[in-house]
């Protein structure tokens, strides 16, 4: 029982590369959230999905999509990396008998 | 406006003593739970404790409480005894609306335990 996984755990890119943060977990959770993390700004939503098939936007979803690809997996795609999207990203579920969201180790980015 | 606040950006504690980290929330609803996180030095966020706004008992899981005083709006958490590995970050966060689908969380108290 891995809980959830992300990869990778660090990533370089250039200004205006894309790539793909993946998330998947295997406690069976309905739900599934991305987060980023910044220095004095605490962990904000970009992205979640309620259950398999659904998305919705959180608090800064610009510049980013979101794949619910089955109930394990949920992915985060930067399309055109931006420097301001240098941050640790995170990825949690939640399942529908419990308040607790349980997260991943997070992935490092910097866009150089 | 729906908000978590602490106050305190760093707390330094001895070992072996207790340590009360501060955390003020607004909402309007009157169903919301509120959490209490550990981000230590390897980064992972590891849940500690949950309170329910409907709960009448302080919530407690080993170590850790939560001073819920609801009319204050707080929900501080209390960790006794303090350990050398308590030392991290510490994240309060709220969801409110009765829709746990997001949290609104604080900035966070880096606690250090001194030997």
């Known amino acids: 029982n891995a809980g959830v996984t992300q990869t990778p755990k660090f990533q370089v890119l250039k200004t205006g590369q894309s790539m793909t943060l993946q998330c998947a977990q295997d406690?069976?959770?309905?739900?599934m959230y991305w987060y980023r993390q910044d220095p004095g700004m605490g962990l904000r939503l970009i992205y979640y999905?309620?259950?398999?098939?659904?998305?919705d936007k959180g608090e800064v979803p610009n510049g980013y999509n979101v794949s619910r690809l089955n109930k394990r997996e949920f992915s985060l795609r930067l399309e055109s990396a931006a420097p301001s999207q240098t941050s640790v990203y995170f990825c949690?579920?939640?399942?529908?008998?419990?308040?607790?969201?349980?997260f991943g180790p997070g992935t490092r980015l910097t866009v150089l | 406006a729906q908000k978590i606040t602490q106050t305190q950006p760093g707390m330094f504690v001895q070992e072996k003593e207790a340590v009360t980290l501060d955390c003020t929330y607004d909402?309007?609803?009157?169903?919301?739970?509120l959490f209490w996180y550990k981000q230590p030095s390897s980064g992972e966020m590891i849940f500690l404790i949950y309170?329910?706004?409907?709960d009448e008992q302080n919530a407690t899981e080993g170590r850790y409480s939560l001073n819920f005083q609801k009319a204050r709006k707080s929900a501080n958490l209390v960790i006794s005894a303090s350990q050398l590995g308590d030392s991290a970050m510490y994240f309060c966060?709220?969801?409110?609306?009765?829709?746990?689908?997001?949290?609104?969380w604080g900035l966070g108290t880096s606690l250090a335990v001194n030997p």
């Open positions: 999905s309620a259950s398999e098939g659904t998305t």
């Open positions: 949690a579920s939640r399942s529908s008998s419990y308040n607790e969201q349980f």
């Open positions: 309170q329910g706004s409907y």
């Open positions: 909402t309007s609803d009157q169903s919301y739970g």
């Open positions: 966060a709220m969801r409110a609306g009765g829709n746990n689908r997001k949290l609104i």
């Open positions: 406690m069976n959770h309905n739900s």
